[in-house]
């Protein structure tokens, strides 16, 4: 803190009194690709590290159409009504200019947004994987130590993002649609396994039997895999957002599942492997960062790569040739 410069003391005193013009402040300097934004940005991470660590980190999926915001709207709204504090975090891996959808996710949720105890933020990529989970993970420690009670992280579809997304969370929801086609077929193994529950949602009018039948079929294709944890089983259950139905029972699916794994010492069990993959993943982007920005990597690597193209030499050999360089 000594070191800190004013500006970021500002900061870093900003956040710890859940100031959000000072919280989004300090997120955009964590975003930033720039040196200098960076090195301030560690400072504040380092600074605020001590006060993270409370909050129930919940990551929340789903199919396009699933209803994520409307969700996410009507479990925020339920859980300031019980007096907590609650941040979104949208994540799109698609395209950190543009935004994806994950800009309208404010307009979708008109009333989180504008709630005092509510903080909405999308969380560009980059352009990589790697570049959402590193900027993603370093927002929901600044909204931990911002005192946010829940942080909800949000991806925009079924795909690699949710691997990065369940790598930074407690709980990994996945809701579903009942009735959109042959739902078993329509998700992807690896998210099944990394569940922690699924949700059918939209269970509601003339889609309630629908929905039932989708949560039998559901949890027939659960039983088949082999859990996560020893000491949870993954539910499936169904809710309807519209109608705030059923989320009152996922919210204490939730809180059950944070006591078990708190009681079994697995929940800082996970989260201190979450903390090493993080730390191997940063330094797999370091060393690619670093190796595209050596000046005889960017000399020699367009001919190589039409040398590999053309077939005059192999990937291997190509490769071993252009991280040579990096000892030069």
Same mark, same amino acid.
């Given at each position: 803190?000594?070191?800190?410069?004013?500006? *970021? /003391?500002?900061?870093?005193?900003?956040?710890?009194?859940?100031?959000?013009?000072?919280?989004?402040?300090? #997120?955009?300097?964590?975003?930033?690709?720039?040196?200098?934004?960076?090195?301030?940005?560690?400072?504040?991470?380092?600074?605020?590290?001590?006060?993270?660590?409370?909050?129930?980190?919940?990551?929340?999926?789903?199919?396009?159409?699933?209803?994520?915001?409307? /969700?996410?709207?009507?479990?925020?709204?339920?859980?300031?009504?019980?007096?907590?504090?609650?941040?979104?975090?949208?994540?799109?891996?698609?395209?950190?200019?543009?935004?994806?959808?994950?800009?309208?996710?404010?307009?979708?949720?008109?009333?989180?947004?504008?709630?005092?105890?509510?903080? #909405?933020?999308?969380?560009?990529?980059?352009?990589?994987?790697?570049?959402?989970?590193?900027?993603?993970?370093?927002?929901?420690?600044?909204?931990?130590?911002?005192? /946010?009670?829940?942080?909800?992280?949000? *991806?925009?579809?079924?795909?690699?993002?949710?691997?990065?997304?369940?790598?930074?969370?407690?709980?990994?929801?996945?809701?579903?649609?009942?009735?959109?086609?042959?739902? #078993? @077929?329509?998700?992807?193994?690896?998210?099944?396994?990394?569940?922690?529950?699924?949700?059918?949602?939209?269970?509601?009018?003339?889609?309630?039997?629908?929905?039932?039948?989708?949560?039998?079929?559901?949890?027939?294709?659960?039983?088949?895999?082999?859990?996560?944890?020893?000491?949870?089983?993954?539910?499936?259950?169904?809710?309807?957002? #519209?109608?705030?139905?059923?989320?009152? *029972?996922?919210?204490?699916?939730?809180?059950?599942? $944070?006591?078990?794994?708190?009681?079994?010492?697995?929940?800082?069990?996970?989260?201190?492997? @979450?903390?090493?993959?993080? +730390?191997?993943?940063?330094?797999?982007?370091?060393?690619?960062? $670093? /190796?595209?920005?050596?000046?005889?990597?960017?000399?020699?690597?367009?001919?190589?790569?039409?040398?590999?193209?053309?077939? $005059?030499?192999?990937?291997?050999?190509?490769?071993?040739?252009?991280?040579?360089? +990096?000892?030069?």
């Amino acid at each position: 803190m000594k070191s800190a410069t004013d500006a *970021t /003391f500002d900061l870093i005193t900003g956040i710890r009194s859940g100031n959000r013009r000072m919280l989004a402040k300090a #997120i955009t300097l964590v975003e930033s690709a720039l040196p200098e934004h960076q090195a301030k940005a560690q400072e504040i991470l380092d600074a605020v590290l001590p006060l993270s660590g409370n909050a129930v980190r919940l990551g929340i999926s789903g199919v396009p159409g699933v209803g994520k915001s409307t /969700f996410i709207e009507s479990l925020g709204m339920m859980l300031i009504a019980e007096g907590k504090r609650v941040a979104v975090l949208a994540v799109d891996p698609s395209s950190s200019r543009s935004g994806g959808s994950i800009l309208a996710d404010k307009t979708r949720m008109e009333k989180l947004s504008v709630e005092p105890n509510a903080f #909405i933020r999308p969380s560009p990529s980059g352009g990589t994987l790697g570049g959402v989970a590193r900027k993603t993970r370093e927002t929901l420690l600044i909204c931990e130590a911002a005192g /946010f009670d829940v942080v909800i992280v949000e *991806t925009v579809g079924v795909g690699q993002s949710e691997v990065a997304v369940a790598s930074m969370v407690d709980f990994f929801l996945v809701l579903m649609l009942a009735g959109a086609g042959d739902e #078993i @077929q329509g998700i992807k193994k690896g998210i099944l396994e990394m569940a922690d529950a699924i949700a059918i949602n939209k269970a509601d009018g003339d889609n309630l039997e629908k929905a039932d039948l989708a949560r039998k079929d559901y949890q027939n294709a659960l039983n088949l895999l082999m859990p996560n944890s020893a000491v949870w089983t993954p539910p499936v259950l169904t809710c309807s957002a #519209i109608e705030m139905r059923g989320i009152d *029972t996922i919210w204490e699916t939730v809180l059950d599942h $944070r006591a078990r794994l708190m009681e079994s010492g697995l929940l800082q069990q996970n989260r201190r492997k @979450q903390a090493i993959s993080w +730390l191997w993943s940063l330094i797999e982007e370091g060393l690619k960062e $670093r /190796f595209h920005r050596h000046p005889l990597v960017q000399k020699l690597l367009p001919d190589t790569v039409v040398e590999v193209e053309s077939g $005059r030499t192999t990937p291997s050999a190509a490769a071993t040739r252009l991280l040579n360089l +990096l000892d030069r």
